[in-house]
């Protein structure tokens, strides 16, 4: 009996910690991100994957000392359902501020902010 309550606690526990630790989850609308140097943090991206678009970082990029691009993509281990976005993901470098600005797009070439569809999203982002 002890050894079963023994297990439950420490499943708990990690799952708590698990929660804590894992990387924060900013919204489209969460347009102030503030991190902390060598944290990792995603951006959730609104769209269906299966529409011809994607998102990139557009210029003018984000400095390079301050924040770099850390890969892209579901973190849930396959497609989300349609609608639920996507998660981009970042890293901290460390400390400054430096502006994001994020292109939805087809071709996502020259003009690609011109292209039929396009949207953008802009975020400061501070690391201290």
């Known amino acids: 009996m002890i050894a ?37 943090f995603s951006v959730r991206v609104p769209g269906d994957p299966a529409d011809g678009y994607r998102w990139i970082v557009a210029e003018p990029r984000p400095d390079p000392a301050v924040l770099r691009a850390a890969g892209g993509g579901v973190r849930t281990g396959g497609p989300p359902p349609a609608g639920t976005g996507r998660l981009l993901a970042f890293e901290a470098v460390r400390t400054g501020r430096t502006d994001l600005r994020l292109l939805r797009c087809r071709r996502c070439g020259p003009g690609a902010a011109d292209e039929k569809g396009a949207r953008s999203l802009n975020f400061r982002v501070t690391v201290g």
Do not use: K, M, N, Y
């Open 4 to 40: 079963v309550a023994v297990a439950a606690l420490l499943i708990a526990l990690h799952s708590v910690v698990s929660q804590l630790s894992a990387p924060e989850v900013f919204d489209a609308r969460d347009t102030e991100i503030s991190v902390s140097p060598g944290e990792g």
